[in-house]
């Protein structure tokens, strides 16, 4: 909010025309539940899963390589992060978030279930989970935090996958992916509501510009 409001910026930004493109237009979404600077390791991991799930057990190393960016440089170096030993130290943890994505094709709250990352296959997995930055990832794309994996197996073989920008990115031109935005609020909101009010809610957001306050704010009402 500083970048909009910040009075040493000058209080007259408050009431000068809108810029282009418009600042909300670069407002992200996380689609996975995990921490934001992991999303596209995260997108990474889950398009590797249909290649490692019937091998996980045979996978020999996995390199994590992201932006070269000071604050990934920082989270990597945590070791926290890196040997997670509490719930929020997993949803922070680059070794631990890519290994339970590759294996179990999801990114939910359900991955951290039972302590998933003291399993003795996920420890395995993050001691074996290298991590690195690339200069060139960052320079490919610019506002984003974009990584590779790369998995290698005990014979040799290796499979990889680059993500760019994760499917919550949101582009200046265009905003935020509907479907991605929709499927987001349905994963939370099925836990609150039946179908019914979720598509009422959705239907209200989507033709916000068409319509009032009102068309939202009274389905929303109804939530217990």
């Not at 991991?45 to 440089?73: C, F, T, Y």
């Not at 990832?137 to 040799?156: E, H, K, T």
């Amino acid at each position: 909010m500083h970048q909009v409001f910040d009075p040493d910026l000058g209080f007259e930004n408050l009431w000068t025309p809108v810029t282009d493109p418009h600042f909300v237009m670069t407002s992200c979404i996380k689609p996975y539940a995990c921490i934001g600077t992991a999303q596209t390791t995260i997108a990474a991991a889950l398009a590797l899963h249909p290649k490692v799930k019937d091998r996980v057990d045979r996978i020999a190393r996995i390199q994590i390589i992201m932006a070269d960016l000071p604050m990934i440089r920082k989270q990597q170096g945590e070791i926290y992060r890196q040997f997670p030993k509490t719930r929020e130290a997993a949803d922070h943890s680059f070794t631990f978030l890519p290994a339970v994505a590759m294996a179990e094709g999801a990114m939910t709250d359900a991955q951290f279930r039972d302590r998933r990352w003291e399993h003795a296959d996920m420890t395995r997995l993050i001691d074996v989970t290298e991590l690195s930055v690339d200069p060139d990832l960052a320079a490919r794309a610019p506002g984003s935090m974009p990584s590779r994996i790369v998995v290698s197996f005990d014979d040799g073989r290796t499979v990889e996958q680059e993500c760019l920008f994760h499917p919550g990115h949101s582009f200046p031109d265009k905003g935020l992916d509907e479907e991605v935005v929709n499927e987001k609020f349905e994963e939370i909101a099925r836990f609150r509501m039946d179908e019914n009010l979720i598509l009422r809610i959705q239907d209200a957001v989507m033709g916000f510009e068409a319509s009032d306050a009102n068309a939202l704010m009274h389905p929303l009402r109804e939530i217990g």
